[in-house]
């Protein structure tokens, strides 16, 4: 990784955090508006369904198909996220499962880091300033390297960055007639804050979701599912399961799991509108089949 790179990682990091410190500053006991927290919650559903559908569920795992406009669409709003760029955060998540928990996975918390409290906070964060967009583009992601679209987003990734703060500033200030104080408090809650929220629970999935938690399935690594981390997640704390069925586009795959996966929710409404095919579930067969003894 290079030294620009990690210092970008370390901005993307360190700016979010004093962003929410200052916010749970400025306003304790004052509370935040509704407008406000409608720009959070939008935007956090916007952008976390941009990671978990477009970056993870369709680019990664191509676990359905969609139309093309929607395919970049979803392309567009994980960048927003701020997760790193689209082909840079598949090649990173494809080296995960070709080398989870063992030599080669970026962000595992039992590989070389000593493991304990040292290896959980390398696999939340640690990683970033060491790992993150080291995985080769042409060994693990060369179906997105020749996909003209992906390319564009993915070589504007600063544009996308401005955006996804731009927007709800803003809002922010039309919805909260014309005022900077509406720009600045749009910018800090539909911005900077969700993007906190949006990457620390992220990072969980890497982290907690491979340190404890419970297991079902016969696997050699170490994921698990975390049931409290599931709809924050978008249902991406079901990870034991994902990594049992990596191309599942439900990871909920009890019934009740389900209830509690909004990516899959999301899927099967758009399934339901003709908006994606080919979507890939487990049949409970050969669910029953990887079941440990």
Not at 6 to 22: E, H
Not at 67 to 93: C, K, Q
Not at 128 to 152: C, F, N, V
Request: charged letters at 15%; proline letters at 4%; aromatic letters at 12%.
């Amino acid at each position: 990784m290079t030294r620009r790179a990690r210092y970008a990682n370390l901005s993307a990091v360190v700016i979010p955090f004093v962003a929410t410190l200052i916010a749970i500053v400025v306003f304790w006991g004052n509370g935040v508006d509704a407008i406000d927290l409608a720009l959070f919650v939008v935007f956090y559903l916007l952008t976390g369904l941009g990671v978990t559908l477009g970056f993870h569920r369709l680019l990664t795992h191509k676990a359905f198909d969609t139309y093309r406009p929607i395919h970049l669409g979803f392309a567009v709003l994980g960048t927003m996220a701020v997760e790193g760029p689209v082909i840079s955060w598949v090649a990173d998540h494809r080296k995960h499962h070709a080398h989870t928990d063992v030599e080669g996975d970026p962000h595992s918390p039992h590989v070389g880091h000593g493991g304990g409290l040292k290896g959980l906070w390398h696999a939340h964060a640690g990683w970033l300033m060491h790992e993150q967009g080291t995985a080769s583009p042409r060994r693990y992601a060369k179906d997105l390297m020749d996909d003209m679209g992906i390319r564009w987003i993915h070589d504007r990734f600063l544009w996308f960055i401005a955006l996804s703060l731009a927007l709800p500033a803003a809002l922010g200030f039309v919805l909260h007639g014309f005022t900077i104080a509406g720009l600045l408090t749009g910018l800090l809650w539909g911005g900077f804050v969700r993007i906190f929220f949006i990457h620390h629970v992220t990072w969980s999935v890497n982290s907690i979701c491979h340190f404890t938690g419970t297991r079902r399935f016969d696997l050699e690594d170490k994921s698990t599912n975390v049931f409290w981390l599931s709809l924050p997640s978008f249902g991406e704390s079901w990870h034991h399961n994902h990594h049992a069925f990596p191309r599942s586009a439900d990871h909920g795959l009890a019934r009740w799991e389900r209830a509690l996966d909004p990516s899959a929710w999301t899927v099967a409404a758009m399934e339901k509108l003709g908006l994606a095919w080919n979507v890939v579930r487990i049949a409970p067969d050969r669910q029953q089949a990887k079941l440990a003894a």
